[in-house]
T-cell receptor, first 116, second 114 residues
């Protein structure tokens, strides 16, 4: 079945460092790909998305490119801030029946801590 | 635009009891999905409701059941609670008409079973 694999954390960076969180997927067809962020004590927030190969999703300085040839959707940010400390989840949208109904399949999450 | 809300925020139950969690979907969304997120894990899909009917289910036993109401709000019911049911329960609303089928999440209900 379809699956998502994320790099294990925790990741600890200093403020203004470059961030990469790796995400690879296994899927049949052409899923949509997402990064969600979960701040301490809060629910999940959609960070960015991409719907087809070579699409680049971006938001709040974060970027990820849908790479079909490497089945990857790595999250990057050029200069992290303390406020970026959170858990980041990579997910894909998986069709589970003949209709247009989909569920999200998730990676295990990568915890990021940014120190001042 | 009102976001997804869930109640209660926290809940403590004893093994064997029953629990009902509630979710109000985002305005304009007619589909609600429920996920279980154990500590340190990614969310696991429980089931989805569309127009008051269950239209998909993950690998959860029948003691996990749900409802969706005409206003698209939803309930998750868990019978015969087990210690392993302790988790954050997340509700997400969406609209099948959305191209990439984004899901918008509520803050979750933290269930502790003792």
């Amino acid at each position: 079945g379809n699956s998502v694999t994320q790099m294990e954390g925790p990741v600890t960076l200093s403020e203004e460092a470059f961030l990469t969180i790796n995400c690879t997927y296994t899927a049949t067809g052409y899923p949509s790909l997402f990064w969600y962020v979960q701040y301490p004590g809060e629910g999940l927030q959609l960070l960015l998305k991409a719907t087809k190969a070579d699409d680049k999703g971006s938001n709040k300085g974060f970027e990820a490119t849908y790479r079909k040839e490497t089945t990857s959707f790595h999250l990057e940010k050029g200069s992290v801030q303390v406020s970026d400390s959170a858990v980041y989840f990579c997910a894909l949208s998986d069709r589970y029946n003949a209709g247009n109904n989909r569920k999200l399949i998730w990676g295990l999450g990568t915890s990021l801590a940014v120190n001042p | 635009e009102t976001g997804v809300t869930q109640s209660p925020t926290h809940l403590i139950k004893t093994r064997g009891q029953q629990v009902t969690l509630r979710c109000s979907s985002q305005s304009g969304h007619n589909t609600v999905s429920w996920y279980q997120q154990a500590l340190g894990q990614g969310p696991q899909f429980i089931f989805q409701y569309y127009r008051e009917e269950e239209n998909g289910r993950g690998n959860f036993p029948p003691r996990f059941s749900g409802l969706q109401f005409p206003n698209y709000s939803s309930e998750l019911n868990v019978n015969a609670l087990e210690l392993d049911d302790s988790a954050l329960y997340l509700c997400a609303s969406s609209s099948p008409g959305t191209g990439p089928y984004e899901q918008y999440f509520g803050p979750g209900t933290r269930l502790t079973v003792t």
